[in-house]
Protein backbone atom coordinates (compact mmCIF):
# COMPACT_ATOMS: atom_id res chain seq x y z
CA UNK A 1 0.00 0.00 0.00
CA UNK A 2 0.97 3.39 -0.30
CA UNK A 3 0.64 6.29 1.95
CA UNK A 4 -0.37 9.74 0.48
CA UNK A 5 -0.10 13.01 2.62
CA UNK A 6 -2.38 15.99 1.03
CA UNK A 7 -1.71 19.86 2.35
CA UNK A 8 -3.67 21.44 3.19
CA UNK A 9 -6.26 19.79 4.81
CA UNK A 10 -8.49 22.35 4.23
CA UNK A 11 -8.63 26.19 3.87
CA UNK A 12 -11.24 28.83 3.14
CA UNK A 13 -10.64 30.70 0.06
CA UNK A 14 -11.77 34.31 -1.27
CA UNK A 15 -13.50 34.32 -4.52
CA UNK A 16 -10.94 34.90 -7.37
CA UNK A 17 -7.72 33.78 -5.47
CA UNK A 18 -6.08 30.58 -6.61
CA UNK A 19 -5.05 27.35 -4.45
CA UNK A 20 -2.39 25.09 -4.51
CA UNK A 21 -2.73 21.88 -3.24
CA UNK A 22 0.38 19.07 -2.31
CA UNK A 23 0.51 15.56 -2.79
CA UNK A 24 3.23 13.31 -1.50
CA UNK A 25 3.54 9.60 -1.79
CA UNK A 26 5.76 7.72 -0.07
CA UNK A 27 7.01 5.25 -2.75
CA UNK A 28 7.30 6.29 -6.88
CA UNK A 29 4.59 6.01 -8.82
CA UNK A 30 4.31 6.26 -12.42
CA UNK A 31 0.95 7.70 -12.68
CA UNK A 32 -1.35 10.24 -9.89
CA UNK A 33 -4.30 10.96 -10.27
CA UNK A 34 -6.68 13.93 -9.30
CA UNK A 35 -9.90 13.63 -7.88
CA UNK A 36 -12.82 16.18 -6.99
CA UNK A 37 -15.31 15.13 -4.52
CA UNK A 38 -18.67 17.32 -4.38
CA UNK A 39 -21.45 16.86 -1.70
CA UNK A 40 -23.62 14.61 -2.51
CA UNK A 41 -21.39 13.46 -6.20
CA UNK A 42 -19.63 10.83 -7.17
CA UNK A 43 -15.73 11.27 -7.22
CA UNK A 44 -14.72 12.64 -10.58
CA UNK A 45 -11.84 12.23 -11.88
CA UNK A 46 -10.04 15.69 -12.61
CA UNK A 47 -6.48 14.57 -14.07
CA UNK A 48 -3.68 12.18 -14.49
CA UNK A 49 -0.60 13.62 -13.67
CA UNK A 50 2.28 11.81 -15.20
CA UNK A 51 5.92 12.51 -14.49
CA UNK A 52 8.05 14.21 -17.18
CA UNK A 53 4.60 15.44 -19.54
CA UNK A 54 1.43 17.29 -19.47
CA UNK A 55 -1.08 15.68 -17.40
CA UNK A 56 -4.02 14.26 -18.99
CA UNK A 57 -7.74 15.90 -18.44
CA UNK A 58 -10.73 14.92 -18.43
CA UNK A 59 -13.82 16.32 -20.24
CA UNK A 60 -14.92 19.57 -18.38
CA UNK A 61 -11.78 20.17 -16.63
CA UNK A 62 -8.97 22.10 -17.99
CA UNK A 63 -5.63 23.47 -17.79
CA UNK A 64 -5.90 26.96 -17.17
CA UNK A 65 -8.56 25.98 -14.05
CA UNK A 66 -6.58 22.99 -12.70
CA UNK A 67 -3.09 23.58 -13.63
CA UNK A 68 -0.95 20.53 -12.38
CA UNK A 69 2.84 19.99 -11.37
CA UNK A 70 4.34 16.39 -11.39
CA UNK A 71 8.44 17.26 -11.07
CA UNK A 72 9.04 14.12 -9.91
CA UNK A 73 7.82 10.14 -8.61
CA UNK A 74 6.68 10.71 -5.42
CA UNK A 75 5.18 14.54 -5.74
CA UNK A 76 2.38 16.63 -7.46
CA UNK A 77 0.77 19.55 -6.93
CA UNK A 78 -3.04 20.88 -8.03
CA UNK A 79 -3.80 24.23 -8.54
CA UNK A 80 -7.58 25.25 -8.48
CA UNK A 81 -7.14 28.66 -10.49
CA UNK A 82 -9.81 32.15 -10.06
CA UNK A 83 -11.67 30.06 -7.49
CA UNK A 84 -15.51 30.62 -7.29
CA UNK A 85 -18.04 28.66 -4.63
CA UNK A 86 -18.54 25.87 -7.73
CA UNK A 87 -14.88 25.03 -6.80
CA UNK A 88 -16.15 24.22 -3.26
CA UNK A 89 -15.30 20.79 -2.89
CA UNK A 90 -13.09 18.26 -1.26
CA UNK A 91 -10.13 17.25 -3.97
CA UNK A 92 -8.25 13.84 -3.82
CA UNK A 93 -4.84 13.05 -4.63
CA UNK A 94 -4.18 9.22 -5.80
CA UNK A 95 -2.03 6.74 -6.79
CA UNK A 96 -2.67 3.22 -8.03
CA UNK A 97 -1.83 -0.01 -6.41
CA UNK A 98 1.70 -1.33 -6.93
CA UNK A 99 0.49 -4.53 -8.59
CA UNK A 100 -0.24 -3.37 -12.17
CA UNK A 101 -3.28 -1.26 -13.98
CA UNK A 102 -6.30 -2.76 -12.10
CA UNK A 103 -8.47 0.21 -11.55
CA UNK A 104 -7.22 -0.28 -7.86
CA UNK A 105 -6.66 2.78 -5.78
CA UNK A 106 -5.05 4.76 -3.00
CA UNK A 107 -5.89 8.10 -1.70
CA UNK A 108 -4.91 10.56 0.97
CA UNK A 109 -7.30 12.13 2.87
CA UNK A 110 -8.26 15.11 0.86
CA UNK A 111 -8.10 18.73 0.90
CA UNK A 112 -11.64 20.54 1.75
CA UNK A 113 -11.79 23.59 0.11
CA UNK A 114 -14.59 26.24 0.52
CA UNK A 115 -14.80 28.91 -1.48
CA UNK A 116 -16.66 32.23 -0.22
CA UNK B 1 -18.96 6.03 -21.29
CA UNK B 2 -18.71 3.87 -18.27
CA UNK B 3 -21.46 4.63 -15.96
CA UNK B 4 -22.05 3.39 -11.99
CA UNK B 5 -24.80 3.64 -10.31
CA UNK B 6 -25.50 3.24 -6.84
CA UNK B 7 -29.09 2.99 -5.44
CA UNK B 8 -29.68 4.06 -2.26
CA UNK B 9 -28.18 7.47 -1.51
CA UNK B 10 -28.74 7.28 2.66
CA UNK B 11 -29.30 4.16 4.14
CA UNK B 12 -30.29 3.95 8.17
CA UNK B 13 -29.83 1.22 10.01
CA UNK B 14 -29.86 -0.44 13.75
CA UNK B 15 -27.58 -2.60 15.00
CA UNK B 16 -27.32 -6.24 14.13
CA UNK B 17 -29.79 -5.05 10.80
CA UNK B 18 -28.26 -6.84 7.54
CA UNK B 19 -27.48 -4.75 4.67
CA UNK B 20 -27.37 -4.74 1.11
CA UNK B 21 -25.94 -1.77 -0.84
CA UNK B 22 -26.86 -2.22 -5.03
CA UNK B 23 -24.63 -1.25 -7.01
CA UNK B 24 -25.23 -1.63 -11.21
CA UNK B 25 -22.94 -0.63 -14.10
CA UNK B 26 -23.29 -0.12 -17.78
CA UNK B 27 -19.57 -1.51 -19.57
CA UNK B 28 -20.74 -4.74 -21.08
CA UNK B 29 -17.13 -6.13 -21.09
CA UNK B 30 -14.02 -7.50 -18.52
CA UNK B 31 -14.23 -5.09 -15.92
CA UNK B 32 -12.83 -4.97 -12.52
CA UNK B 33 -14.90 -4.35 -9.60
CA UNK B 34 -14.61 -2.31 -6.39
CA UNK B 35 -15.92 -1.58 -3.08
CA UNK B 36 -14.27 1.61 -1.08
CA UNK B 37 -15.32 2.92 1.69
CA UNK B 38 -14.53 6.58 3.43
CA UNK B 39 -14.85 6.59 7.42
CA UNK B 40 -15.43 10.01 9.38
CA UNK B 41 -12.69 11.66 9.00
CA UNK B 42 -10.46 9.42 7.64
CA UNK B 43 -9.39 8.52 4.01
CA UNK B 44 -11.43 6.47 1.64
CA UNK B 45 -9.95 2.73 1.69
CA UNK B 46 -10.97 -0.46 -0.51
CA UNK B 47 -12.97 -2.28 1.29
CA UNK B 48 -12.79 -5.46 -1.75
CA UNK B 49 -12.31 -6.02 -5.04
CA UNK B 50 -13.18 -8.40 -7.61
CA UNK B 51 -11.13 -9.28 -10.56
CA UNK B 52 -11.73 -13.04 -11.97
CA UNK B 53 -12.83 -16.08 -10.28
CA UNK B 54 -15.05 -16.60 -7.66
CA UNK B 55 -18.06 -14.33 -7.99
CA UNK B 56 -18.99 -13.73 -4.05
CA UNK B 57 -16.22 -11.53 -2.63
CA UNK B 58 -14.84 -11.39 0.92
CA UNK B 59 -13.77 -8.10 1.98
CA UNK B 60 -12.26 -6.59 5.56
CA UNK B 61 -14.95 -6.33 8.68
CA UNK B 62 -17.06 -9.00 7.71
CA UNK B 63 -18.75 -7.24 4.36
CA UNK B 64 -18.94 -9.17 1.21
CA UNK B 65 -20.26 -8.33 -2.30
CA UNK B 66 -21.36 -10.82 -5.24
CA UNK B 67 -20.53 -10.08 -9.00
CA UNK B 68 -23.40 -10.89 -11.31
CA UNK B 69 -22.87 -10.34 -14.39
CA UNK B 70 -25.93 -11.18 -16.19
CA UNK B 71 -27.06 -8.14 -14.22
CA UNK B 72 -24.54 -6.10 -14.63
CA UNK B 73 -24.92 -5.78 -10.63
CA UNK B 74 -21.51 -6.02 -7.67
CA UNK B 75 -24.31 -5.29 -4.46
CA UNK B 76 -22.31 -4.91 -0.90
CA UNK B 77 -23.72 -6.97 1.71
CA UNK B 78 -23.29 -7.38 5.64
CA UNK B 79 -25.38 -9.99 7.58
CA UNK B 80 -24.96 -7.99 10.86
CA UNK B 81 -23.97 -4.26 10.78
CA UNK B 82 -22.01 -2.00 14.10
CA UNK B 83 -22.57 0.95 14.40
CA UNK B 84 -18.95 1.54 13.61
CA UNK B 85 -19.84 0.50 9.56
CA UNK B 86 -21.55 4.21 10.24
CA UNK B 87 -19.69 5.72 7.00
CA UNK B 88 -19.44 6.48 2.72
CA UNK B 89 -20.00 3.67 0.39
CA UNK B 90 -18.72 3.68 -2.94
CA UNK B 91 -19.01 1.64 -5.70
CA UNK B 92 -16.42 1.79 -8.56
CA UNK B 93 -15.87 0.01 -11.45
CA UNK B 94 -12.93 -0.39 -14.36
CA UNK B 95 -12.89 -1.48 -17.34
CA UNK B 96 -13.57 -0.66 -21.19
CA UNK B 97 -10.04 -0.40 -21.83
CA UNK B 98 -9.57 2.14 -19.04
CA UNK B 99 -7.82 0.76 -15.83
CA UNK B 100 -9.13 4.61 -14.41
CA UNK B 101 -11.84 3.67 -12.40
CA UNK B 102 -15.19 5.38 -12.70
CA UNK B 103 -16.94 5.92 -9.21
CA UNK B 104 -20.78 5.93 -8.17
CA UNK B 105 -22.45 8.79 -6.25
CA UNK B 106 -21.91 7.09 -3.06
CA UNK B 107 -24.18 5.71 -0.07
CA UNK B 108 -24.53 7.09 3.36
CA UNK B 109 -24.60 4.46 5.90
CA UNK B 110 -26.04 5.26 9.72
CA UNK B 111 -25.79 2.79 12.18
CA UNK B 112 -27.61 3.67 15.42
CA UNK B 113 -26.52 1.71 18.09
Known amino acids: SAVISQKPSRDICQRGTSLTIQCQVDSQVTMMFWYRQQPGQSLTLIAT?????????ESGFVIDKFPISRPNLTFSTLTVSNMSPEDSSIYLC?????????????FGEGSRLTVL | AQSVSQHNHHVILSEAASLELGCNYSYGGTVNLFWYVQYPGQHLQLLLK??????LVKGIKGFEAEFIKSKFSFNLRKPSVQWSDTAEYFCAVSGGGSYIPTFGRGTSLIVHP
Open chain 1, 49 to 57: ANQGSEATY
Open chain 1, 94 to 106: SVGSGTGPTGELF
Open chain 2, 50 to 55: YFSGDP
